[in-house]
T-cell receptor, first 113, second 110 residues
C-alpha cells in the first residue's frame, strides 16, 4: 500500500517555465489537497478536490491550476513559474473533512531561479 | 491565520513523558482537534484526533479540556525518533479549512 505518492521529489525551474507536479493515492479517497510550505512556516492550502471533476481554491491559489479527472490523481500545474513559488509542495488525501485524518506525501522540493 | 496557539519549542528527555499543549479558544462545535507531526524532510504524519472525549492510540494520547478551548498531546515515553515539529490543528467537519500554524518543535535529549 503506497499511500500518497508525489513526483518528482526535486525540481529546479527557470522563471517563466511551466510544469506539473504529480500526486497519486491508492486509498480510494475522495478528498485531495495541495499545500505549500515555506521555510519555518506551517502548510498553506493551495487547491483541493472533493471528488473527480470537482475542485476549489484554498488560501493561496494564484499561479496554480488543478484538475481531477480520476479519483486517484490530482496534478498541480504551475502556469508560469516565479521565484515566489519556490517552496516545498505537499499533496494529501482523506476520506472526508473534520473526522478523518489526512495522509500526506513526502513532498516535492521546487526551486525557481 | 491559524486558529490554534502552541509554544514554539519544547525539550524532553528520552523515555520520559511529554505533554504538548495547544490553545484553541475560538473552537466551534463542528471543529475536530487534530495533531500531526513532521520529521525533517518528510510530509506531515497524522498522530491523533478527537472531538470532546480523550483519545488514545498506539502513538499518543489526546486530552481535551471540558470546555474544548485547549488540548494536550501526550507522548508517554519519548524516543529520539519523536523529535519533530508537532502541529495542533482544528478541522471542521463541513469544509477543508485546515490551517497550520508554526507548530511546536520538540527536541528529545538522550
Amino acid at each position: 500500500n503506497a499511500g500518497v505518492t508525489q513526483t518528482p521529489k526535486f525540481q529546479v525551474l527557470k522563471t517563466g517555465q511551466s510544469m506539473t507536479l504529480q500526486c497519486a493515492q491508492d486509498m480510494n479517497h475522495e478528498y485531495m489537497s495541495w499545500y505549500r510550505q515555506d521555510p519555518g512556516m506551517g502548510l498553506r492550502l493551495i487547491h483541493y478536490s472533493v471528488g473527480a471533476g470537482i475542485t476549489d481554491q484554498g488560501e493561496v491559489p494564484n499561479g496554480y491550476n488543478v484538475s481531477r479527472s480520476t479519483t486517484e490523481d490530482f496534478p498541480l500545474r504551475l502556469l508560469s513559474a516565479a521565484p515566489s513559488q519556490t517552496s516545498v509542495y505537499f499533496c494529501a488525501s482523506s476520506q472526508g473533512w473534520g473526522n478523518q485524518p489526512q495522509h500526506f506525501g513526502d513532498g516535492t522540493r521546487l526551486s525557481i531561479l | 491565520d491559524a486558529k490554534t496557539t502552541q509554544p514554539n519549542s519544547m525539550e524532553s528527555n528520552e523515555e520520559e513523558p511529554v505533554h504538548l499543549p495547544c490553545n484553541h479558544s475560538t473552537i466551534s462545535g463542528t471543529d475536530y482537534i487534530h495533531w500531526y507531526r513532521q520529521l525533517p524532510s518528510q510530509g506531515p504524519e497524522y498522530v491523533i484526533h478527537g472531538l470532546t472525549s480523550n483519545v488514545n492510540n498506539r502513538m499518543a494520547s489526546l486530552a481535551i479540556a471540558e470546555d474544548r478551548k485547549s488540548s494536550t498531546l501526550i507522548l508517554h515515553r519519548a524516543t529520539l525518533r519523536d523529535a519533530a515539529v508537532y502541529y495542533c490543528i482544528l478541522r471542521d467537519v463541513n469544509n477543508n479549512d485546515m490551517r497550520f500554524g508554526a507548530g511546536t518543535r520538540l527536541t528529545v535529549k538522550p
